[in-house]
């Protein structure tokens, strides 16, 4: 059974920094393509960053240049450096695994984190 736990969510204020951490279970996460998402109070989830089974890294536009998705293939588990926080980067976080296809939905995912709540305040 897959099993992803995130965990280093907090509350910081504005310009602050935190990381977060997926280590997964179950499943072997260097043969995976793996993400982060987040979701705000009212709206969808929606992507933050992924990375590859290869280590390539791809961002959405919002996040890139603060945000650094990485992986540590001896801990299995994969990270989300979140730096220059913003109040509208508030969210709860979800890390998912098992990616296909484009890996900037929900859709193209298989295996969900319980998520990890982020607060930023200004």
Not at 20 to 44: H, M, N, V, Y
Not at 72 to 91: C, F, G, H, I, R
Not at 96 to 102: E, K, M, P, V
Request: some cysteine; glycine content about 14%.
């Amino acid at each position: 059974q897959v099993q992803l736990v995130e965990s280093g969510g907090g509350s910081v204020q504005a310009g602050g920094s935190l990381r977060l951490s997926c280590a997964a279970s179950g499943r072997t996460l260097i043969r995976d393509d793996s993400g982060w998402f987040r979701q705000a109070p009212g709206k969808e989830r929606e992507f933050v960053a992924t990375i590859t089974w290869s280590g390539g890294t791809y961002y959405a536009d919002s996040v890139k240049g603060r945000f650094t998705i990485s992986r540590d293939n001896a801990k299995n588990t994969v990270y989300l450096q979140m730096n220059s926080l913003k109040p509208e980067d508030t969210a709860v976080y979800y890390c998912a695994g098992g990616g296909s296809g484009r890996l900037i939905s929900t859709q193209e995912y298989a295996y969900w984190g319980q998520g990890t709540q982020v607060t930023v305040s200004s």
